[in-house]
């Protein structure tokens, strides 16, 4: 499964500071025309601050493939550096 990586959009200035790193799987629902619906975290970060920033990805994200499964388990990381 490929991971999506958080970019600066996502990662919040907050959790920068603080140094914060993880990898968060979040479950989120489609409608037919590919938006998402719904998020909820699947598995934390271990960092409230990550899985908040996660949830405001995938909640912005738009048009997705409307076959896309209706829920999809979405893992991203954030990392300071490559």
Do not use: W
Not at 2 to 18: D, N, P, R, T
Not at 40 to 50: C, D, M, Q, T, V
């Amino acid at each position: 499964m490929q991971k999506l990586k958080a970019q600066g959009k996502y990662y919040s200035k907050e959790a920068i500071e603080l140094g914060l790193e993880g990898d968060p799987m979040v479950l989120m629902v489609l409608d037919e025309a590919g938006n998402v619906t719904a998020a909820r975290i699947e598995e934390s970060s271990g960092h409230p601050i990550l899985d908040r920033d996660a949830l405001n990805a995938v909640k912005s994200l738009r048009y997705l493939p409307a076959d896309a499964p209706r829920e999809v388990v979405l893992p991203l990381r954030f990392r300071l550096t490559n």
